[in-house]
């Protein structure tokens, strides 16, 4: 199982990032996935989750209304549309299957800065 993260970087407050997840070693089409982030000091946090065919989301609260997570199961992918960054968006952002609990990617560093 392998789950490589891109998309980050540098942004101001209000700017947008779209952060990818290419997976490999699994079925991909068969699971949910989704996205953590980790602040420095602080725990992992789950932000997002999708269901396999992507026909349910969560959200927690703290980004609800601003980030989107989306898959492509043709390209065994996952994604987060993330919309009116804040300075506390800034972490680490990872992917995750939950079917697949001891795998993690290396993450993407995502810092909100003006």
């Known amino acids: 199982v392998q789950l490589v993260e891109s998309g980050g970087g540098l942004v101001q407050p209000g700017g947008s990032l779209r952060l990818s997840c290419a997976t490999s070693g699994f079925t991909f089409s068969r699971y949910a996935m989704n996205w953590y982030r980790q602040a420095p000091g602080k725990e992992r946090e789950k932000v997002a989750g999708?269901?396999?065919?992507?026909?349910?989301?969560f959200y927690d609260d703290s980004v609800k209304g601003r980030f989107t997570i989306s898959r492509d199961n043709a390209k065994n992918t996952v994604y987060l549309q993330m919309n009116s960054l804040k300075l506390e968006d800034t972490a680490v952002y990872y992917c995750?299957?939950?079917?697949?609990?001891?795998?993690w990617g290396q993450g993407t560093q995502v810092t909100v800065s003006s």
């Open positions: 995750y299957a939950p079917n697949y609990p001891n795998y």
């Open positions: 999708i269901t396999s065919v992507g026909g349910s989301t």
